[in-house]
């Protein structure tokens, strides 16, 4: 825990030292190059200063400072209008970098569609269970968590009959469909936990829709998205002798990210994806998720 916190008191400075370089550097820079100007150009007219120089170059000098400052002027308009898009590619383990920025906010909110969101839950139930002990600045949270209708005949996850065609397998199904209802249970009893303590209100809730599992989307404090596609044809054994599978692996996604902090377009993209998230939440139903049976 101390390694955690000198590591953001570290990069809280470094942030405060880029601020205050970003709002005084351009400033100074001009200030030193109109005085570089003003100083050359009244040494050539001025005697006393110009003797005092030692020069008869001072014009010239005061010229070419005067173009600095205006190619200085013109380089940082055109690097603000040409800036790097803030896409980037990452893998789905790194996904824990930005469930902690996340909570950095006073309102959290974290939705997913996917597979059975195993990478995103991981990096959720640490991060929620470090609240009883450091809240810091969250006081709401929302998850949202919408995963694939396991109760209906699927393509992906299946079974790999004959000529590799996929073949709806209802017990492994039933696998996928226990697994997210596990996740969806400790979740839940977590956010019941957290919003009694009546410091933070807290909810995490799952939502099933038809379809196989294609893209991976993770949306950040409606800032961020990440989205990729799954490998619908990656197959897994459950025994070694076993039959194959069907069976996406979710932390072997690469993602793409997009922020409202990058261009006009990456904005553009990131209102796109989450009206989508939305709309398919809206549509999708709570899970039927299957009787436990008695031990």
């Excluded at 010239?60 to 400072?65: H, K, Q, V």
């Excluded at 920025?101 to 929620?128: D, M």
């Excluded at 396991?150 to 492994?172: H, I, L, N, Y």
């Excluded at 993770?218 to 599978?245: K, T, W």
């Amino acid at each position: 825990m101390p390694e955690r916190g000198n590591g953001s008191a570290g990069d809280g400075a470094g942030q405060r030292l880029k601020r205050f370089q970003e709002r005084f550097e351009p400033a100074v820079t001009r200030i030193l190059l109109i005085g570089i100007f003003v100083t050359g150009l009244t040494a050539q007219f001025v005697k006393p200063l110009g003797d005092a120089l030692q020069g008869k170059a001072y014009l010239g000098g005061a010229l070419l400072s005067l173009v600095g400052y205006v190619l200085y002027d013109a380089v940082r308009e055109l690097s603000s209008s040409i800036r790097v898009p803030s896409r980037a590619l990452v893998n789905s383990s790194q996904l824990g970098s930005f469930v902690s920025e996340a909570f950095q906010a006073r309102r959290v909110e974290i939705s997913f569609l996917g597979y059975t969101g195993e990478t995103l839950y991981n990096e959720l139930y640490h991060r929620l269970e470090g609240l009883f002990d450091n809240p810091g600045p969250t006081r709401i949270v929302s998850v949202r968590m919408l995963v694939p209708d396991f109760g209906q005949p699927m393509t992906v996850p299946s079974k790999v009959g004959e000529d590799a065609c996929p073949v709806d397998d209802p017990a492994f199904r039933l696998r996928m469909s226990r697994r997210c209802q596990e996740y969806d249970d400790i979740l839940t009893d977590l956010a019941g936990r957290l919003t009694a303590t009546g410091r933070l209100t807290v909810r995490c809730e799952y939502r099933c829709y038809p379809g196989i599992p294609r893209d991976k989307i993770c949306i950040f404090n409606r800032s961020q998205v990440l989205h990729g596609l799954y490998d619908v044809s990656a197959r897994m054994r459950l025994h070694e002798m076993g039959p194959e599978f069907y069976d996406p692996k979710g932390y072997r996604t690469d993602l793409n990210v997009w922020s409202r902090e990058g261009t006009a377009a990456a904005e553009a993209a990131v209102a796109t994806w989450i009206k989508h998230f939305d709309d398919l939440w809206s549509l999708a139903k709570r899970p039927d998720w299957p009787q436990r049976s008695a031990a």
